[in-house]
């Protein structure tokens, strides 16, 4: 089973568990980290969708992780922008969609992060991808994927204290642009790529047992 599956399987598994066992807020559901930082760095965000250029290019199954820095969100009303890097690695096709081969690439990131509101425990934060540039890696050398400047590429990103750490849940709506020229000229995706926020598998076996504890412990009552 491949990485991008095992990760599927796992957000879905967690979500059901947490439901079945009476855990049903999104708070109860999302993954749980040790700290609040930002970017978790035991976490990884997850597009398993289509993306497709305006050139005909199409990219799907991208897993965004490998991050190298980490930063303590803002308090409410405050605004951090942070950068740092980390890793792709998607599967592309360019004879539309007949066959695919996988690329792995760095990424450098920009990301703004505003706490805009607090709901019970849960702290509420407005998101937005300011740089996403993606070259290098196994990207033919002329190639380049960057965050759309023309467009807002935002989210939401859900922190609550749980179990001596947190329980956080996030997403990116990106808008990518591909250039096949060394960025002289640029194809802008359709629609953007949906991220989220999933454990990494390791997290994700641990997690499972965690839930399902807590199963078994509401049935014995």
């Given at each position: 089973m491949s990485i991008r599956v095992r990760l599927v399987v796992c957000a879905s598994f967690l979500v059901a568990l947490a439901i079945v066992a009476g855990v049903g807020s999104p708070a109860a559901a999302a993954p749980w980290f040790p700290t609040d930082n930002l970017p978790p760095l035991t976490g990884k965000y997850l597009d398993p969708g289509v993306v497709v250029y305006a050139n005909g290019?199409?990219?799907?199954?991208?897993?965004?992780?490998?991050?190298?820095?980490?930063?303590?969100?803002?308090?409410?009303g405050g605004t951090e922008t942070n950068s740092f890097?980390?890793?792709?690695?998607?599967?592309?096709?360019?004879d539309g969609g007949v066959s695919y081969f996988p690329i792995s690439a760095p990424v450098q990131y920009t990301v703004r992060t505003v706490e805009s509101d607090i709901v019970g425990l849960t702290r509420v934060f407005d998101t937005e991808v300011l740089r996403m540039d993606v070259s290098g890696g196994t990207l033919p050398p002329n190639a380049m994927i960057r965050e759309s400047p023309t467009l807002a590429s935002t989210g939401n990103t859900f922190i609550t204290p749980d179990a001596?750490?947190?329980?956080?849940?996030?997403?990116?709506?990106?808008?990518?642009?591909?250039?096949l020229d060394f960025g002289q000229n640029w194809a802008p995706s359709t629609g953007p790529g949906h991220m989220v926020l999933v454990p990494e598998p390791a997290a994700c076996s641990?997690?499972?047992?965690?839930?399902?504890?807590?199963?078994?412990?509401?049935?014995?009552?």
């Open positions: 290019v199409i990219r799907r199954n991208a897993v965004f992780d490998g991050f190298t820095a980490t930063f303590l969100p803002p308090a409410l890097a980390g890793m792709a690695v998607h599967e592309v096709s360019i001596g750490g947190y329980r956080i849940d996030s997403f990116f709506d990106v808008f990518f642009e591909l250039s641990l997690l499972a047992l965690a839930v399902a504890s807590l199963l078994a412990r509401r049935r014995q009552r």
